[in-house]
């Protein structure tokens, strides 16, 4: 395994598009922190004594005290990256998710954190990578036409918590990508190739590409290779939007 001096923190990597990036971010031997409501969850996964790089706080995403814990790479210096991949659970009876501020909340807080711990005396800015969704786009539709019934009425809720999540975080000043991928559909990594739209926030389309679905494990090891390993440059303060399904069928196949 090769090593890494290079720390990175994690909110909501216990499963989905976020284990998929801690999971590829660890096999490179970088340092990871995450943040876990429920550790056993994750270190049942990621066992501790396989994976010594790997620190598990248990805490709450929406606790500043916990999420400054998982902040600092070593006392004073603040980590090189952070991917949030928080979301809530979709409640279908109405349409809806559990906690419909969760990712406005998370924002929020993590910034706090951040601000707290410079006024402290920590150095550093770290590359803040969060997931979105796709359907939020202020420069045209970038979702196929079949989809714009679920998106713009059935997940209107949660849509509407990861737009202001989006927007404090690009007003903040802190470095940023933030990834959108489509509908995710699968917990099976595959080995389709992503296909990848950039959006810059403030002027608009510098390429797309649409499509209807992506698996959460694909999703994130887009994340963990092009953001956190590879660190391509053309992503930063950029909105980049995930697929690899361009077909309906294949689409309607996954549902």
């Excluded at 989905?16 to 971010?25: D, K, S």
């Excluded at 210096?77 to 809530?88: E, M, N, P």
Aim: charged share 20%; with cysteine; net charge positive.
């Amino acid at each position: 395994m090769a090593t890494s001096t290079e720390t990175v923190a994690f909110f909501g990597a216990s499963g989905g598009v976020g284990l998929a990036a801690l999971q590829r971010t660890l096999a490179t031997g970088r340092q990871c922190v995450a943040l876990c409501r429920n550790p056993a969850k994750l270190t049942a996964i990621l066992p501790p004594e396989s994976n010594p790089n790997l620190k598990v706080i248990k805490g709450n995403a929406h606790d500043v005290t916990a999420v400054a814990t998982c902040l600092l790479a070593r006392p004073g210096v603040l980590v090189d990256q952070v991917v949030s991949t928080i979301g809530g659970a979709f409640i279908a009876s109405k349409m809806t998710i559990d906690d419909p501020e969760v990712c406005r909340k998370g924002m929020a807080i993590l910034l706090d954190a951040l601000t707290n711990l410079r006024r402290d005396g920590a150095v550093g800015k770290p590359q803040i990578i969060v997931c979105s969704t796709t359907g939020l786009s202020r420069f045209g539709r970038d979702i196929p036409v079949a989809m714009i019934p679920l998106y713009h009425y059935g997940l209107k809720v949660p849509h509407e918590d990861k737009v202001i999540m989006e927007d404090r975080l690009v007003s903040s000043g802190e470095h940023f990508t933030i990834v959108r991928p489509s509908l995710m559909v699968s917990d099976k990594e595959t080995t389709k190739e992503v296909s990848v739209g950039i959006e810059d926030p403030k002027t608009g389309r510098e390429s797309t590409a649409i499509g209807y679905t992506i698996s959460k494990p694909d999703a994130g090891r887009w994340i963990a290779e092009n953001l956190v390993l590879k660190k391509q440059t053309r992503y930063n303060q950029k909105i980049a939007s995930e697929y690899f399904h361009p077909r309906l069928l294949e689409a309607i196949l996954d549902l």
